[in-house]
């Protein structure tokens, strides 16, 4: 059974940093499935944050071009992602999802705030 799990939420400063992590757990071919961070604010839908395409490459949405990374650790099973220079538009809930399938995790909380 394919399971997500996000952590590394928290409450940060504007102009701060955070790492989020995905652990995934029971997923055959780990290393070259699509992989994705969401994020949902109250009151908003949920929108697509950055990706992992199959062959490794990223794409990024929004505001997160230029700010976020996202990143494969093949060896922890973890799908990374780190923000930089945080405002308070990126408080939000932040889920993890295997790409093209209803598999998503809890979700992280991250709020920006001073």
């Known amino acids: 059974q394919v399971q997500l799990r996000e952590s590394g939420g928290g409450l940060v400063q504007p102009g701060g940093s955070l790492k989020l992590s995905c652990l995934v757990t029971?997923?055959?071919?780990?290393?070259?499935?699509?992989m994705g961070w969401f994020r949902q604010a109250v009151g908003k839908q949920r929108e697509s944050v950055a990706a992992?395409?199959?062959?490794?490459?990223?794409n990024y949405f929004g505001s997160a071009k230029g700010r976020f990374t996202i990143s494969r650790d093949i060896a922890k099973k973890t799908v990374d992602l780190q923000m930089n220079n945080l405002t308070p538009d990126d408080t939000a809930v932040y889920f993890c999802?295997?790409?093209?399938?209803?598999?998503w995790g809890q979700g992280t909380q991250v709020t920006v705030s001073s």
């Open positions: 999802n295997q790409l093209g399938t209803p598999r």
């Open positions: 029971g997923l055959d071919m780990f290393s070259v499935t699509p």
């Open positions: 992992l395409t199959q062959n490794g490459g990223t």
